[in-house]
């Protein structure tokens, strides 16, 4: 137990774990059933160490839950309609159920097209506008990882949802919007933040749930947190530091040590939100197998 004073820890790493376990599970009953295993197909666009260092958990995570899985990596100067046509065989295949294109793409590229050029049943990240679509609508099918990973932990650390003030930092494709549908469909109350927000301090301590998702190192302070909020952190920054042996270490998003001492449960960097979007990605790849 914690200190009466001190934050409880949300244990990421644990909890997706007991997450890839039950998948593994599932898996086998699937293939127990006749089916072949579920497939997944990764692709991955140049070589952003942060984007190649995601894949490869998500391709190990996926070996361990029986899933099968290939990773397409193509050079940074790839054209987009390479792309496309690598995306319209897979979906095309009846070897892949899966197919998850790593974001960010390069500069050249644009995200919208590349995206909804997916088989909406194969998009395991959720990002297709018609998976976008009907989250909104509140009939979710494929949901992006990352919010669907903090909506299992706040249920699987017995948080409640319904009635109370989510304070969303970040509005992007990836975490904020879609997790703003999936916290409103809980019942929650929600008010979402951003770059041009007045007085975001203020609005952040008025948050039963505080999640901070914006790639900003340490933005969310003490100060800025009601006594006894969860806080959830979906940073993973890349701070410099000489004294690691690669060269930096990963903060979140949050200043955990300070939090930790007015929140009543927070999440930690490294092993909080981010093990857990891959156990959801392993969710989402037997989904599309049994949409298929
Ligand atoms: N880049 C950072 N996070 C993600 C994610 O969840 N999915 C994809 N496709 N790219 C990412």
Redo the contacts with the bound molecule.
């Keep these: 137990m914690p200190p009466d004073n001190m934050a409880v820890r949300i244990e990421g790493s644990a909890i997706a774990a007991a997450v890839r376990a039950e998948t593994r599970d599932a898996v086998q009953k699937w293939v127990r059933a006749g089916h072949r295993a579920p497939s997944l197909a990764v692709i991955i666009v140049g070589d952003n160490p942060a984007?190649v260092s995601?894949v490869r958990s998500k391709v190990s995570a996926s070996a361990s839950a029986g899933i099968e899985s290939k990773t397409l990596n193509k050079p940074e100067s790839t054209r987009e309609e390479i792309i496309l046509q690598l995306v319209n065989t897979l979906n095309r295949s009846d070897n892949w159920d899966g197919i998850?294109?790593?974001?960010?793409l390069p500069g050249h590229m644009h995200a919208a097209r590349v995206l909804g050029a997916l088989n909406p049943n194969k998009d395991v990240?959720g990002l297709h506008v018609i998976n976008a679509g009907r989250l909104a609508t509140g009939a979710p099918r494929l949901i992006?990882?990352?919010p669907a990973a903090i909506m299992e932990l706040l249920h699987r650390t017995g948080i409640r949802i319904a009635g109370r003030h989510a304070v969303i930092v970040g509005r992007s494709n990836?975490v904020g919007k879609p997790l703003a549908h999936l916290l409103l469909i809980a019942n929650a109350t929600v008010t979402v933040c951003h770059s041009k927000t007045k007085d975001l301090a203020a609005v952040c301590r008025t948050a039963d749930i505080l999640v901070a998702a914006v790639g900003v190192p340490h933005l969310v302070t003490a100060d800025m947190v009601k006594p006894g909020a969860t806080v959830i952190d979906v940073g993973i920054n890349r701070v410099g530091d000489s004294s690691k042996p690669r060269g930096y270490r990963l903060v979140g998003d949050v200043d955990y040590h300070a939090v930790e001492a007015v929140a009543g449960a927070i999440t930690p960097v490294p092993g909080g939100v981010g093990p857990m979007?891959v156990a959801m990605l392993l969710r989402n790849t037997l989904l599309a197998a049994q949409l298929q």
């Design positions: 984007s995601y998850l294109v790593q974001l960010p990240d992006p990882c990352t990836l979007t």
